[in-house]
């Protein structure tokens, strides 16, 4: 693993450790990587109204909070125990958080991860396959 994957493990994995799930139990730990270069880590914030803020979506915050609106070009997503080998990806409203946030989906890395290490990637066309986005609305931010 590059330094950067790692760098982006270590910081979904810590923020994994401050997560707020006391109704689910399901704690999630998220990192971006800006097009900047720099890393922002969140983690799944839960409320007793079941609305919740997803590790992804508190990741994204962070980033625009501390330098703008920038792109990414890469998310870590760790989650699940090192004996239960799960896939757990972006859900569907993180995933348009995470193409909202991107200038081409083909090319933003999305690497699932349990508390051992990186399980699998894929790319977000690959999850997010024909998605709508800035450029449909002729815009390219």
């Known amino acids: 693993m590059n330094d950067t994957i790692e760098r982006l493990f270590q910081k979904a994995l810590h923020a994994r450790q401050n997560a707020y799930a006391p109704y689910s139990g399901f704690t999630v730990g998220a990192a971006v990587l800006s097009e900047t270069g720099a ?17 992804e979506q ?4 962070q980033m625009i909070t501390s330098e703008g ?5 890469a998310v870590m997503v760790v989650a699940g125990e090192p004996s239960d080998g799960m896939l757990v990806t972006p859900c569907g409203h993180c995933r348009q958080w995470l193409r909202e946030h991107n200038n081409d989906p083909q090319t933003l890395i999305v690497y699932a ?3 051992e290490g990186i399980r699998r990637s894929w790319t977000l066309e690959e999850l997010l396959p024909h998605s709508f986005g ?7 931010l």
């Open 134 to 140: 800035p450029q449909n609305l002729n815009k390219h």
């Open 58 to 61: 508190s990741a994204i915050s």
């Open 39 to 55: 890393i922002y880590a969140g983690t799944n914030i839960e409320e007793a109204a079941y609305i919740c803020t997803h590790a």
């Open 69 to 73: 609106p920038h792109k990414i070009n």
């Open 113 to 115: 991860a349990g508390p």
